[in-house]
């Protein structure tokens, strides 16, 4: 699994609303989803599926892979649904200068 590099803006804070996720390519190549928890709260997540390496899509209400239909929790990248078994891996990331920014 690759993990972007320290300090990389994903995006703006305000991309996102409370609740939402939006999944992003860094400039490397590495494809992240952010999650915005609450006003200053936001989380990512590796967008590569763990059960075949599809990239999953960011939805209402979770994160869901379109190649074989695993869903993932916003909350915490866990499985919802599978086939997937493991869940998603969590990047550090916070927010700076009104950016969503890996650390």
């Known amino acids: 699994m690759d993990a972007p590099e320290a300090?990389?803006?994903?995006?703006?804070?305000?991309?996102?609303?409370?609740?939402?996720?939006?999944?992003?390519?860094?400039?490397?190549?590495?494809?992240?989803?952010?999650?915005?928890?609450?006003?200053?709260?936001?989380?990512?997540?590796?967008?590569?599926?763990?059960?075949?390496?599809?990239?999953?899509r960011a939805e209402e209400e979770d994160l869901h892979c379109p190649c074989h239909g695993s869903k993932f929790a916003l909350t915490d990248g866990s499985v919802i649904s599978g086939p997937a078994e493991e869940p998603l891996p969590e990047f550090p990331v916070g927010i700076q200068d009104g950016n969503v920014v890996t650390q």
Do not use: P, W, Y
Not at 13 to 18: D, Q, S
Not at 35 to 55: M, Y
């Open 7 to 56: 300090g990389v803006v994903l995006l703006s804070v305000n991309e996102l609303e409370v609740g939402q996720a939006k999944v992003v390519t860094t400039s490397d190549g590495v494809e992240v989803a952010v999650v915005r928890e609450g006003e200053q709260e936001v989380r990512a997540f590796s967008a590569i599926c763990t059960h075949q390496g599809c990239t999953v």
